[in-house]
């Protein structure tokens, strides 16, 4: 005989098979981070953030994420479960964004200290040839400027991913207060 308890399980388990289910598409996926940057939608509101889709198929995703929306007069919003599911789909985004920032900032590093490598050991051996003045002065500010622009970039990355975690922090600190 099947008790309560193994029959609410059971619930459980399928609730969550379903949940997982509706993340593994991609309209779903943004339909709820529409919703988490927002709040509470339409349903025009959300066609337009989505993009072009018919409203049949629209209405399809809607009713796909029953255990992370809700709808109240006309608007739709997050559950408790949609939020977690937020800010999951929020974390992954940081990781990867962090991943790949973090690999261009390594590059970026590395061509630098092959510049900076290259500066070290041409310039004295510039110096000491017969190569005529001006074309040893050209070389040497084309390695300087290569240098600089690698640096430059590297900025431009280390500033992406700050500003990237500060965007994060702010959005937590703004859920917390919810």
Same mark, same amino acid.
């Given at each position: 005989?099947?008790?309560?308890?193994?029959?609410?399980?059971?619930?459980?388990?399928?609730?969550?098979?379903?949940?997982?289910?509706?993340?593994?598409?991609?309209?779903?996926? %943004?339909? !709820?981070?529409? =919703?988490?940057?927002? @709040?509470?939608?339409?349903? #025009?509101?959300?066609?337009?953030? +989505?993009? *072009?889709?018919?409203?049949?198929?629209?209405?399809?995703?809607?009713?796909?994420?029953?255990?992370?929306?809700?709808?109240?007069?006309?608007?739709?919003?997050?559950?408790?479960?949609?939020?977690?599911?937020?800010?999951?789909? %929020?974390? !992954?985004?940081? =990781?990867?964004?962090? @991943?790949?920032?973090?690999? #261009?900032?390594?590059?970026?590093? +590395?061509? *630098?200290?092959?510049?900076?490598?290259?500066?070290?050991?041409?310039?004295?051996?510039?110096?000491?040839?017969?190569?005529?003045?001006?074309?040893?002065?050209?070389?040497?500010?084309?390695?300087?400027?290569?240098?600089?622009? %690698?640096?430059?970039?590297?900025?431009?990355?280390?500033?992406?991913?700050?500003?990237?975690?500060?965007?994060?922090?702010?959005?937590?600190?703004?859920?917390?207060?919810?």
């Amino acid at each position: 005989m099947v008790s309560r308890a193994d029959f609410d399980k059971s619930e459980e388990i399928q609730n969550e098979d379903e949940i997982f289910k509706s993340l593994t598409h991609q309209i779903r996926r %943004n339909i !709820i981070r529409s =919703l988490g940057e927002k @709040k509470d939608l339409t349903f #025009s509101d959300i066609h337009k953030k +989505i993009g *072009t889709m018919d409203s049949p198929t629209l209405s399809y995703h809607l009713k796909s994420l029953k255990y992370l929306i809700d709808q109240s007069e006309n608007e739709y919003y997050l559950t408790d479960v949609g939020m977690e599911a937020y800010n999951l789909l %929020n974390r !992954i985004s940081e =990781l990867t964004l962090y @991943k790949k920032g973090k690999k #261009s900032f390594m590059i970026a590093n +590395i061509i *630098t200290i092959i510049c900076w490598t290259l500066i070290l050991f041409l310039v004295p051996f510039l110096i000491s040839t017969g190569l005529e003045k001006s074309l040893r002065i050209t070389i040497i500010i084309l390695i300087n400027v290569v240098a600089q622009i %690698n640096f430059q970039l590297s900025w431009q990355l280390w500033g992406r991913s700050w500003k990237a975690s500060y965007k994060n922090r702010r959005r937590k600190r703004k859920l917390k207060k919810r």
